[in-house]
């Protein structure tokens, strides 16, 4: 059996003995939990400092200075008085290695809940058969820490699967109103521990379509207080700055290399998006640490993408999606633009007037006042920039093919609108559906998708993207440049993508990777000469 190379994690720090200050801050964690405190009064020697342990009357400052005394709880590491510290998390030189460690308990309740909503795991469909989860101990063995034990307790009612998001028995994606249930774990990294981070499933398609194909590695989104009030202990926890992440599965790639490319292409092009980076997952659910495979650790859009990209954090940021989010007039609807930030402000004006300037009738009567005006709500430059590198990483699975997989930010610098690129994972392939968004938009069903039909359309935008399409493919997308990122990444992620088991990947087997890196570098010499094409055509 192959095995990734070792790494500095939770298997380390199986050997790395903790001082009774750390053991006895895990103990005042559990004292604040009626589930976790049972056993704590067992776990208590004579050589614990119990002087930091909560007691009655306790303030949440004198609880979180005590935490902040322990060894691994360091205002770098920890806190949320530091800026995020992207060179830490996001290294694109080397594939780092996270570890949850999660009760057996709670993480039935995950299983059960993904159950209740797309039936038996390894099902064809909801309701199929399949069986349950594969248990513990495939990928490797090991004990916690010493003197430190994975949360355990029967999960409080908040953390229970049960069937109230289960309409029928089809559980079809739109029928799932409802992410999946959040629990609480202990996350370790480079030889500390985060305490009580919230983790669950995520995902829409792909999470359904791994779960019914038996596949047992699921993304995750991570929240490092999502239980600070349950542990106040925690109170404004943070991982190097960060607060929250997706941890994505690759889902479908056999070179597990999509998301994290398409996403430095994004950037090199000037588009706003999210960070990634490259990071090998262990579970520990009650057996020992279990080897989940390679996944791409993103950067949450509403977090350091808002502060380090724009001017602030203050403005409107919606995820659109479904109905009224392809920009169709006379549509417009707030449910189909959930506010992830502002979330008290129910003000969908900013939006409102994007819809009213983009259908305005002077976009054919009169184009400079209609370009003007779109302009003065929607950052216009922007959005061309990444129909550019869109349509050159022929990225399908997103706006012009589906109503999804992006964000609105209405930057306050200028208050305009800006276009923010999300799950790219389904890129740099030639397209799955019936084929990628073509560069060419003159055909495309203006009644369907307004937003790329009107402002292709226009002589002047038509010439700036005709423009950021050269631009794009001699810098940010150069084939040379591309292809030898590929054979970096490639040589950077292949013992880890090829040690991934049946049951924790979307490989048939380690033979396919390579092909795939082939399939990607064959893909970057054909949008050259695609784009090549549509220019000369032009």
Not at 136 to 161: K, L, N, R, W, Y
Not at 208 to 221: D, E, R
Not at 379 to 391: E, I, P, S, T
Not at 473 to 497: C, G, H, Q
Request: net charge negative; proline share 6%; aromatic share 12%.
């Amino acid at each position: 059996m192959k095995t990734p190379p070792p790494d500095t994690g939770y298997s380390s720090l199986r050997k790395y003995t903790f001082p009774a200050l750390v053991l006895s801050s895990l103990l005042l964690l559990s004292a604040c939990s009626d589930s976790d405190s049972s056993n704590a009064s067992d776990e208590i020697t004579e050589d614990t400092d119990t002087s930091i342990l909560a007691e009655p009357g306790d303030s949440t400052d004198e609880v979180s200075d005590a935490v902040f005394d322990t060894p691994d709880w360091t205002e770098e590491s920890h806190s949320n008085d530091v800026d995020p510290n992207f060179s830490e998390v996001f290294d694109d030189t080397q594939v780092k290695r996270l570890d949850f460690v999660v009760s057996e308990e709670r993480w039935q309740s995950m299983l059960d809940d993904m159950t209740a909503n797309y039936g038996e795991f390894g099902g064809s469909s909801a309701g199929g058969g399949g069986g349950a989860p594969p248990a513990g101990g495939q990928a490797g063995g090991g004990v916690p820490p010493d003197g430190i034990q994975p949360d355990s307790g029967t999960p409080p009612d908040e953390f229970q699967a049960g069937g109230p998001r289960q309409e029928d028995e089809t559980n079809t994606l739109t029928e799932i109103d409802e992410d999946p249930i959040f629990v609480p774990a202990d996350v370790y990294y480079n030889s500390k521990q985060w305490y009580r981070v919230g983790i669950r499933f995520k995902g829409n398609s792909s999470l359904k379509n791994s779960w019914q194909a038996g596949i047992l590695k699921l993304s995750f989104k991570m929240d490092f207080d999502e239980y600070e009030d349950d542990y106040p202990q925690i109170d404004n926890q943070r991982f190097y700055g960060f607060k929250k992440f997706s941890l994505k599965n690759n889902y479908d790639d056999k070179s597990e290399l999509r998301e994290k490319v398409a996403t430095d292409v994004f950037r090199a092009a000037g588009v706003p998006v999210s960070h990634t980076s490259f990071y090998e997952l262990h579970i520990d659910h009650g057996n020992g640490p279990e080897y989940f495979g390679l996944y791409t650790l993103v950067e949450e859009v509403d977090g350091p993408v808002l502060d380090t990209q724009f001017s602030s954090d203050d403005g409107n940021l919606y995820k659109p999606e479904d109905g009224s989010a392809n920009f169709v007039e006379g549509t417009f609807n707030p449910e189909n633009f959930e506010k992830k930030t502002n979330e008290d402000d129910e003000d969908w004006s900013d939006i409102e007037a994007l819809f009213s300037a983009l259908h305005d009738e002077t976009a054919t009567t009169d184009p400079a006042t209609w370009r003007t005006n779109l302009e003065a709500v929607f950052d216009v430059d922007g959005f061309l920039k990444y129909l550019a590198v869109n349509g050159i990483i022929q990225n399908w699975d997103t706006y012009g093919r589906m109503i999804h997989n992006y964000y609105l930010y209405n930057n306050p610098e200028n208050g305009k609108l800006t276009w923010i690129p999300w799950d790219n994972n389904e890129s740099l392939q030639d397209g799955k559906q019936g084929g990628s968004l073509a560069l060419d938009f003159s055909d495309l069903d203006s009644a369907q998708w307004p937003l790329i039909a009107k402002i292709y359309a226009d002589d002047v935008y038509k010439a700036r993207y005709d423009l950021l399409l050269s631009e794009v493919m001699s810098l940010a997308f150069e084939t040379s440049s591309i292809r030898a990122k590929y054979d970096n990444y490639s040589s950077l992620v292949s013992p880890y993508v090829t040690a991934e088991l049946p049951g924790y990947s979307f490989l048939s087997n380690s033979s396919d990777f390579t092909p795939a890196i082939d399939a990607l570098k064959s893909h970057a010499t054909s949008r050259a000469t695609a784009v090549e094409s549509y220019l000369n055509s032009q």
